[in-house]
């Protein structure tokens, strides 16, 4: 069975542009995650899903972030405008059942660089 | 909430030596605790998974991590380090709604 599946790998964009990072979890799982990892901050949970209902957004820096999960299988973190501290890796990753207690599997993540 | 705290940001070992990556949890005793690993460049994944059936716990790649209540603690260890294993460790516990990631210690392995 194939992994958590993110797109694109890599990510180059300019400042002010619109960002779009793509996930498709593990079929069958119920949970989806977005993380934020940097050197400064570590590893941020920024939203999670159940059911492709948004549970927790807490995480999710300003509005200029947004994510979606239209279906069980994809789910969008979009970013617009972009800026130079968006500059990250973002880690999608998903669970069976329960958020809290089932193994998290991750996707191999996208490198963003805001220029 | 529950949370973990790692000591140590970074640990330095030579090849062959015993690895010790600590991880103290608060409060109430957790009905779960998680090691994950991330290699470089690659995401997170599971090394081992502590469920209160037993305190000492196996994981891969000859990992294991012993449950002590009496220290809350859930450390790490690897009898003799490879330089394959040089990677992100992170101890987690389930908190409010998600699982609470601890900030990580960098293993760092020479020859």
């Known amino acids: 069975d194939a992994g958590v599946i993110q797109s694109p790998r890599h990510e180059v964009t300019e400042m002010g542009q619109e960002v779009t990072l793509r996930c498709k979890p593990i079929s069958g799982h119920n949970s989806l995650f977005w993380y934020r990892q940097t050197m400064m901050r570590g590893l941020e949970l920024l939203i999670y899903f159940n059911n492709n209902v948004p549970i927790d957004d807490s995480g999710m820096p300003e509005d200029r972030f947004s994510a979606k999960m239209p279906n069980a299988s994809f789910s969008t973190l979009k970013i617009q405008p972009s800026e130079p501290r968006d500059s990250a890796v973002y880690f999608c990753?998903?669970?069976?059942?329960?958020?809290?207690?089932?193994?998290?599997?991750f996707g191999p993540g996208t490198r963003l660089t805001v220029l | 909430a529950q949370s973990v705290t790692q000591l140590g940001s970074h640990v330095s070992v030579s090849e062959g030596a015993l690895v010790l990556l600590r991880c103290n949890y608060s409060s109430s005793v957790p009905p779960y605790l998680f090691w994950y690993v991330q290699y470089p460049n690659q995401g997170l994944q599971l090394l081992l998974k502590y469920t209160s059936a037993a305190t000492l716990v196996k994981g891969i790649n000859g990992f294991e991590a012993e449950f002590k209540k009496s220290e809350t603690s859930f450390h790490l260890t690897k009898p003799s380090a490879h330089m394959s294993d040089a990677a992100e460790y992170f101890c987690?516990?389930?908190?409010?709604?998600?699982?609470?990631f601890g900030k990580g210690t960098m293993l760092l392995v020479s020859p």
């Open positions: 990753a998903s669970t069976r059942d329960s958020p809290a207690t089932d193994t998290q599997y």
């Open positions: 987690a516990v389930p908190g409010y709604s998600t699982l609470t």
